[in-house]
Each structure stands twice: as C-alpha cells, then as structure tokens.
C-alpha cells in the first residue's frame, strides 16, 4: 500500500472572490445604457441615409442648366393632423396617406369643366410613370359639402377623394400670389411633407414637364420608398 510522503501534503487552497460594489454595478449599467443609445442611434442613421441621399441628389447635386418645373416648397409642411371623410361619409385622418408619393388637386363637389381637366391629367400624369405608377396615389380633396356628380365619379377609380374643410386646406396649402387653391396640382413626399406646387393653368406642355419632375422624384427615391403603405 502507497504511502503520501510528506511533499505530497499541502494545504487547501481557498479562492476568494471580491464581490462588485454597487457603485461598480451602476456605472456598468450606466456604460452599456450608453453603449446600446450610440448602437440604435447607428442603426437610425443607416436606414435614414438613402432617404437622406436621395434627397440631396434631388435637391442639391444637379447638372448644370437643369431646372424643376414645380416649384419647391421650403419649409416643407407636414400633413396636417385632421379628420377627411371619403365619398361615403367615413371618415379617415389624413395623415394616414403618408407612405405614398401624393399629387393632390383641391375643388369644389360641384367640380367644374377645369376640375374635371385637373381630374383627367392627375391620372394622366400618374399612368405617364408606367411601372412606378403604384407609388403615387392621385387625390382630389373637395373643399366643400357641394355633392360630387354620379357621372363623374367612374372616373375617379383609383383615385383617393376625401372631404376636408377650406380652413384647414388653406392652413396646409398654399397658392401662387393671386391664384386659388384649385388652380395647382400639389406634390406630397412619401413622409408626408408637400414639398412641391406646380403652375396653374397646366396645359400639354406643362404637363409633359410636371411629368419629368415626378420621374426625377421617382428616381431620386427608389432606393427607400416603395409601392404600398
């Protein structure tokens, strides 16, 4: 039988560990906090660089003797937090037409010959954007209680028509020195901003132009916004 010699005994070893003081714990706690808020704030700048991007393309880095037709808008203005009601009495805030490009025209129900052509080319000039028509969404904001004519109301399929009161119409949009509300077709971003008015009176010419602008917009935001809400 073996026999531990002497050598062999040592004493028990014992490992004693430091608990951390509190105040070590809610300086840590505090470093990660603050680690995690420059992550998220990261992750917010990287998805926001192609809408930040695309808008100074637009807005900033064009060739030389290029020109929009619209006219900008600065400051932009939000959609207004306000109640619309559709065709059919529902009603429907408006702010929930963000995530869409809007071209947006203002009459009244009764809609006279110039509304029903202003009608006629907003669907013209979104069915000119051929396969990125489905990120623009026509609408016709009537601007009184005047009741919209049967006869009319087939061709506004596809069209988005809301009732909302000429108070807050005239506190959101804005016409040209001299001109009324229903004399311009209006342009709102996909964040909901109008950030663009085209000149009264459109005719074929304008037209051809108001168009290459919304293809300049189109192109300008393809990396960031697509079709649908």
Not at 170 to 191: I, M, T
């Amino acid at each position: 039988m073996s026999r531990t010699s002497p050598q062999d005994d040592h004493p028990l070893g014992l490992t004693v560990y430091t608990l951390q003081q509190p105040d070590a714990v809610a300086v840590d706690a505090q470093a990660r906090t603050r680690l995690g808020r420059w992550k998220m704030l990261a992750v917010l700048l990287v998805c926001a660089a192609p809408v930040i991007a695309s808008y100074f393309t637009y807005y900033v880095v064009r060739p030389d003797g290029r020109r929009n037709f619209g006219e900008l808008i600065d400051p932009q203005r939000p959609l207004p937090d306000a109640l619309g009601y559709g065709l059919d009495a529902k009603p429907v805030k408006l702010r929930e037409l963000k995530g869409q490009w809007l071209l947006i025209s203002v009459a009244s129900g009764a809609c006279d010959t110039a509304c029903a052509e202003r009608l006629y080319l907003q669907r013209q000039l979104r069915e000119g954007l051929g396969k990125e028509k489905d990120r623009l969404d026509w609408v016709w904001l009537v601007s009184d209680e005047a009741p919209v004519a049967e006869a009319l109301q087939p061709a506004l399929k596809g069209a988005t028509v809301l009732r909302l009161g000429s108070a807050t119409l005239s506190q959101w949009l804005q016409a040209s020195p001299g001109q009324d509300l229903s004399a311009h077709l209006y342009v709102v971003d996909p964040l909901g901003n109008w950030m663009m008015r085209f000149p009264p009176g459109l005719n074929t010419v304008g037209a051809l132009k108001a168009r290459r602008d919304l293809e300049r917009l189109m192109r300008a935001s393809t990396f960031w916004d697509h079709a649908g809400r």
